[in-house]
């Protein structure tokens, strides 16, 4: 049966926790109870170095309800790197994990809709809020312009979804195979391939805490996401040298059209005309200098450069990976190495 793992980071969620852990635990008991999933599925809080009394509430709630779990980490690494942290910690338990935030703004019942999903034989499934009426209009706003932004970078993003997210053992195994340090997890996931799927719900209000993201976090969140997946910007900078090498070429041709019109200023055509055609030489010369520094940026990163999802043989990959067999396991990760 589905042994299914919830990963929850959960920074200063003290104001929510005990509220969270109600709800999950009903929903997971259910689960349980309708054999949708196995009763070793777990709950597993990670806490992001919070400040508020957060981990000790997870200890008690761990040492009275066997379906939670806690990891601490040393200190707050950031939401991004506080999933990784859980999902490594499932990959060695887990058939499937699911991420989601503490304040379970993401309606908890597509969880339902995510498992029927994986048993069709998906191993990734996005959870996608279908409207944001409920956010306020500055949230909605700067999320969606966010999406925007990101695609216009060239980040291939799925729209309007956030963490929330099923992925299969296999998927988790080979997520941990992107071993970058500047962690966009969102953009990550769609480079992984296989089969996949959208489920649509609902997102909710926090229903207490404040939002861990205020602004500035997301304006870095979102410099982040373009910095850590797509060489876009260096390319602009490219792309404004041989604008501006142009205009400086038209410029030329046009104060040579009025010199043998008689219409001249003296010494103002060369000057113009060198300000816009050195300028346009210098970006476009740190712009070809940045195509390279961008080449070694994404060779550092060690990304995995195909990941096999089926051979016509015996073994296929993905039984390697269901099994349980240590060994297998690590053959199919130094098999990334290479
Ligand atoms: N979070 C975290 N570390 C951080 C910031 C946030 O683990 O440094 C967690 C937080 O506890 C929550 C999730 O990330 O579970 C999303 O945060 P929040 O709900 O505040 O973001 P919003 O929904 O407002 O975008
Ligand atoms: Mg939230």
């Known amino acids: 049966m589905l042994k299914l793992y919830l990963v929850i980071p959960c920074y200063n969620e003290n104001a929510v926790i005990d509220e969270t852990t ?47 779990e806690g990891v601490k980490l040393s200190r707050n690494y950031g939401h991004q790197n506080a999933l990784l942290a859980g999902l490594h910690y499932a990959a060695d338990h887990a058939d499937a994990v699911i991420s ?26 996005y959870g996608v809020r279908s409207k944001r009426k409920k956010d306020s209009f500055f949230k909605r706003f700067t999320a ?126 060369s000057m113009i005309t060198s300000i816009w055609g050195l300028g346009g030489l210098q970006l476009l010369g740190i712009g070809i200098i940045g195509e390279y520094i961008g080449k070694i940026y994404l060779e550092t990163k060690k990304r995995p450069r195909f990941i096999i999802e089926k051979t016509t043989g015996e073994t296929t990959e993905a039984s390697m990976c269901k099994s349980v067999d240590k060994s297998s396991v690590d053959q199919s990760e130094d098999s990334q190495l290479f």
């Open 144 to 269: 969606q312009g966010f999406y925007k932004l990101l695609r216009f970078m060239g980040v291939e993003i799925v729209f309007n979804h956030a963490d929330y997210r099923l992925l299969s053992n296999r998927a988790v195994k080979e997520l941990l195979g992107f071993k970058e340090v500047n962690l966009f997890l969102r953009g990550i996931v769609p480079m992984l391939g296989f089969k996949s799927a959208k489920v649509y719900y609902e997102r909710g209000e926090r229903f207490a805490g404040e939002s861990k993201y205020p602004l500035k976090k997301m304006l870095f969140f979102a410099l982040q996401g373009i910095t850590s997946l797509s060489v876009k910007p260096i390319r602009l900078i490219t792309i404004m040298g041989l604008l501006c090498f142009l205009v400086s070429m038209v410029l030329l041709i046009v104060f040579i059209a009025q010199y043998f019109m008689g219409i001249t200023v003296s010494g103002w055509a």
């Open 100 to 125: 989601m935030d503490a304040d379970l703004q993401d309606d908890i019942d597509a969880i339902d809709k995510m498992i029927a999903e994986y048993q069709k034989g998906c191993e990734v499934v």
């Open 22 to 68: 109600k709800r999950l635990n009903e929903k997971l008991n259910g689960l349980i109870r309708s054999k949708a999933v196995s009763p070793a599925s777990r709950v597993v809080y990670i806490d992001d170095g919070s400040t508020d009394g957060t981990w000790e509430k997870i200890e008690s709630i761990s040492a009275t309800n066997g379906l939670f």
